[in-house]
């Protein structure tokens, strides 16, 4: 797993397996809309590491899980930036 892209499709698989929506699992972040989940699971921006534990307990995975898949995210970003020249 080494994009944004490809962790959110790990989380919308997972939601949906525990028949949960979007608008479910804002609700429990606290937020108002699902637009923010949607951004997440597009692959369109990260998801806060303050947000794992919520989250995972809501979709019914380990904190653990979605705490190491989104550090393998990170990690290939900022490898890919680096590789680019870029900050």
């Known amino acids: 797993m080494k994009t944004r892209a490809?962790?959110?499709?790990?989380l919308k698989a997972k939601r949906e397996a525990a028949n949960i929506t979007q608008a479910e699992v804002a609700e429990k972040l606290g937020y108002t809309?699902?637009?923010?989940v949607s951004?997440?699971?597009?692959?369109?921006?990260a998801m806060p590491l303050a947000n794992i534990t919520v989250w995972a307990e809501t979709i019914g995975?380990?904190?653990a899980?979605?705490?190491?898949?989104r550090a393998l995210v990170a990690m290939a970003t900022m490898e890919d930036k680096f590789k680019r020249g870029g900050r």
């Open 33 to 36: 809309s699902a637009q923010f």
């Open 39 to 45: 951004n997440i699971e597009r692959g369109l921006c």
């Open 6 to 10: 490809e962790f959110g499709n790990f």
């Open 65 to 69: 899980l979605i705490f190491r898949k």
């Open 61 to 63: 995975v380990p904190p």
